[in-house]
Structure formats: structure tokens, C-alpha cells
């Protein structure tokens, strides 16, 4: 079992910015791929960073630019830097880890959920 505490969610003007933090601790081995999905109300949910444990990034494209996903392999932690956010922005972003367990299964675990709500 493992445990994802996310935290840094909450409200900001448009134009402002905010920094998601998930930390990941329980059963792991070790941590491949971690990512920020989100997921607006009606939408399905999204994409929006992922990060290889060498530090190779991909981005949805409508956050390229403002956003940038970094991790600290040592505290098996995953950020989220938003800069410039937009009203198009609001969601619930949850995070994402694939991991091999400590019998060296292949796992992924998903956060809880954290809300950020930009306003215009």
C-alpha cells in the first residue's frame, strides 16, 4: 500500500500561481513515472505533466509554458509549479505514481485530489 499526500491546492486570481506537492510513502521499491492529472467538472479527466525518474518531462499542450513538473528522487515528492494560470485552469488535480512495489510488482497509486480554482 502506498500513500500520496498532496497539498497546495486553493484559490487564486487569474494571472497567479500556485505549487502542488505530492508525496509519496508506504510499500515502494521504487518510483518510476510521477504525474499531475486534472480533471474539470463534466470533463474527463486529463493529462497535464509527467516526469521520468531522469527528469524527462512531457506537457499537455495548453500548459506549456506556464507550468513545470520537477520531482526530489530522495523524498519521493512531485511538484507542480503553475505560473500565469487562467480560469481554464479549474480542476481537481490529482496525482499520479507508478512504482514497483517491495515484491517488485508494477503499481500505480493515485492522490486524493486537490482543488485549485482560478478566478477571472
Known amino acids: 500500500q502506498v500513500q500520496l499526500v498532496e497539498s497546495g491546492g486553493g484559490f487564486v486570481q487569474a494571472g497567479g500561481s500556485l505549487r502542488l506537492s505530492c508525496a509519496a510513502s508506504?510499500?515502494?521499491?521504487?518510483?518510476?513515472?510521477m504525474g499531475w492529472y486534472r480533471q474539470a467538472p463534466g470533463k474527463q479527466r486529463e493529462l497535464v505533466a509527467a516526469?521520468?525518474?531522469?527528469?524527462?518531462?512531457n506537457y499537455a499542450d495548453s500548459v506549456k509554458g506556464r507550468f513545470t513538473i520537477s520531482r526530489d528522487n530522495a523524498k519521493n515528492t512531485v511538484y507542480l509549479q503553475m505560473n500565469s494560470l487562467k480560469s481554464e485552469d479549474t480542476a481537481v488535480y490529482y496525482c499520479n505514481v507508478d512504482y514497483q512495489n517491495l515484491l517488485l510488482l508494477y503499481q500505480t497509486s493515485w492522490g486524493q485530489g486537490t482543488q485549485v480554482t482560478v478566478s477571472s
Open positions: 508506504g510499500n515502494i521499491f521504487i518510483i518510476n513515472r
Open positions: 516526469i521520468t525518474p531522469g527528469g524527462s518531462t
